[in-house]
């Protein structure tokens, strides 16, 4: 486009630069610049539509899916987290991943009673202190797969997800058609429903690694990681943290008004 142009120079310039853009003077290599002038005009205009048409608003887009999305991919981080670290103690309880073969974790019992132990808690993987903890695998394990669940429908649902980086995309995806997920039981399935019943679930390891592997690649596009590990409690600090319990519901007993209507409505 230079070379072809009749603008003429502000100053004598050098031999260098006349050869460069000084416009031909045969009539040949006149046309051939032309020609090429047109495509380069072309293109150059093409160039400018698609920043000004796709690019800038699509960066927009992005830098506005982040912002929605950001907080959405903290809480989903956090819930897989507590999620695979209760399966893994309930496994480690029942001696489950001794000879680290994933189809071994297809034999976990999923009871509905109360697991006690220590939650370790890390914020973006320097541990950030340990407290007693209890949970009942069946029960928050289905609570858990809710909760990721609904939060992966959000983060799909919002107007800007396409605009998501396409690994993030690929993420929430995968997470959704979770083979983990599919296979945790119900509360109300109608086998656990027996204590005789030693039910098996196909595949649950496999699902479990699945699931840990898509938990390690959205660590990258997670700011604030939350993450959880369970250990064993001494009988010792059981009996302490009851202890504790007992003391705050004295202090304040609308708590236990309240714990008392919850399970009441679970039943």
Not at 172 to 193: G, V, W
Request: aromatic share 12%.
């Amino acid at each position: 486009m230079i070379k072809n142009s009749s603008i003429p120079y502000f100053f004598a310039p050098p031999a260098i630069i006349s050869f460069i853009f000084d416009a031909p003077k045969s009539d040949f290599f006149s046309g051939m610049a032309q020609m090429i002038d047109i495509f380069t005009s072309a293109y150059v205009t093409s160039l400018v539509f698609y920043y000004m048409v796709d690019y800038l608003p699509a960066i927009k887009q992005e830098k506005k899916a982040k912002e929605i999305i950001a907080p959405k991919l903290v809480s989903l981080y956090l819930y897989i987290s507590e999620l695979l670290a209760m399966i893994k103690y309930a496994a480690e309880q029942e001696k489950l991943l001794q000879t680290g073969k994933p189809e071994d974790m297809d034999k976990l019992h999923f009871k509905n009673k109360v697991i006690l132990c220590k939650q370790k808690s890390f914020k973006n993987e320097v541990e950030n202190g340990t407290t007693p903890y209890s949970f009942d695998l069946l029960k928050d394990c289905d609570n858990f797969r809710t909760l990721i669940l609904n939060i992966c429908n959000e983060i799909s649902g919002t107007p800007s997800f396409s605009y998501c980086d396409t690994q993030v995309i690929h993420i929430i995806s995968e997470i959704q058609l979770s083979e983990l997920l599919r296979i945790l039981p119900k509360p109300n399935d109608f086998l656990l429903q027996f204590d005789f019943a030693d039910v098996s679930y196909l595949g649950l390891g496999e699902g479990y690694q699945q699931l840990l592997s898509i938990y390690k690649e959205l660590a990258v596009f997670v700011d604030t990681r939350h993450g959880y590990e369970m250990i064993d409690i001494s009988k010792e600090e059981i009996q302490e943290w009851q202890e504790e319990q007992v003391e705050s519901l004295k202090e304040h007993p609308e708590i236990a008004q309240i714990l008392i209507a919850n399970q009441r409505q679970n039943k």
